[in-house]
């Protein structure tokens, strides 16, 4: 059954737990996450980039999405819209479908420069309102995402952006952020606390110091019933990029989020916890390995099943790590 972000996440506030949000832009990824959500009861939200959506088509991915429905009934599903950039890609998801949008307004529309908060709360108000009116939901985001180590601030989508900002940028002011949600209305908060989009988050584990997990504590202090979104917060396991570099892949060493501290997240009242690199490395290590191992094989099934059923495992994982397993 389809369902909104807000019914999804105040389900697992009630329960105390965190729901992954796992991007798709093809079958075999969509396929995967319902498989895996089937085998352990999870309710699923799958989000769509603007990328995504011109890969596949929204025909395509909104009918993908309604079979996926048909084929596991018992299992709850939003649509999320993953940042979208301005009024007319929130509309344009709505009337495919959609459940939730993400307006992400701490860009501006061009997804190159930090937007001013004015600009932010205008347009996330608009948004909020109409979608509400039509029984959609709302994530906003307040703070730039980009790495507390370089200082890089990150342009929508992770496609880069080569300023540097300051950390008042990158760390979202928990003032700020109870005024922002007064003012907009909108149904979950993502905000920025050190991660960022991509494989290369940090470059040694993370501590404190550059994964400002007392940001998140901050921000659920002052408004303990908001549900926060965690973007960038793949894990990027050792073991993956391993399998990776095995089959001939060339990923220099690189620190994701630990899961240890997502699910401390969990604790301050993260809801929804955005997860793209991961799964797009443990299909392309599975592919990689196909490839290596069997030079002759050109049927791209014989790719893509081992790929599928390694994505099965890593959604597996997430879903009962964030206990969200149970509570489909
Ligand atoms: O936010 C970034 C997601 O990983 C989507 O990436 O724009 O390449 O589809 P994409
Ligand atoms: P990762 O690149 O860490 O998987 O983050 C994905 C994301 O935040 C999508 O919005
Ligand atoms: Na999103
Ligand atoms: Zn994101």
Redesign the pocket.
């Known amino acids: 059954a389809r369902i909104t972000l807000r019914q999804l996440l105040d389900d697992a506030a009630e329960h105390g737990y965190g729901v992954p949000a796992f ?1 798709i ?1 093809n079958m075999e990824q969509l396929l995967a996450i319902m498989a895996a959500a089937g085998a352990v009861d999870a309710p699923v939200i799958v989000q769509a ?4 959506r011109s890969y596949a088509g929204d025909t395509m991915l909104a009918r993908m999405v309604d079979a996926a429905e048909a084929m596991y009934p018992a299992i709850p599903i939003c649509l999320h819209q ?2 979208g950039n301005d009024e007319t890609t929130c509309f344009s998801a709505i009337q495919m479908g959609f459940t939730s949008v993400m307006m992400d307004g701490s860009l501006e529309a061009d997804a190159k420069t930090p937007a001013s908060y004015a600009y932010n709360v205008a347009v996330t108000e608009r948004v909020t309102t109409l979608a509400h009116k039509v029984g959609v939901s709302v994530e906003g985001e307040l703070g730039v995402l980009g790495s507390l180590e370089t200082g890089k601030g990150e342009a929508e ?3 880069g952006t080569d300023q540097t900002l300051s950390h008042d940028q990158l760390l979202t002011d928990p003032e700020q952020a109870v005024a922002f949600v007064a003012a907009t209305g909108v149904d979950a908060l993502a905000i920025a606390m050190g991660t960022s ?2 494989a290369y988050k940090f470059s040694r584990k993370p501590d404190g110091e550059i994964l400002a997990m007392h940001v998140v504590k901050a921000i659920h202090e002052k408004m303990p019933g908001l549900h926060l979104v965690m ?1 960038g917060s793949s894990s990027v396991p050792e073991e993956l990029q391993e399998r990776f570099n095995r089959y001939g892949g060339a990923m220099p060493t690189t620190f994701g989020v630990p899961i240890e501290e997502i699910q401390r997240g969990i604790r301050y009242g993260v809801r929804k916890i ?1 997860i ?2 991961d799964c797009r490395l443990a299909m392309a290590a599975e592919m990689r390995r196909v490839a290596t191992e069997n030079p002759a094989e050109f049927d791209p099934r014989k790719f893509l099943k081992p790929a599928m059923d390694a994505l099965v495992g890593l959604c597996r994982d997430r879903f009962e790590a964030f206990g969200a397993a149970g509570n489909a």
């Open positions: 991007n832009n980039s603007r990328g995504a993953d940042h989508d992770g496609h989009h991509g973007h955005n793209d690199t």
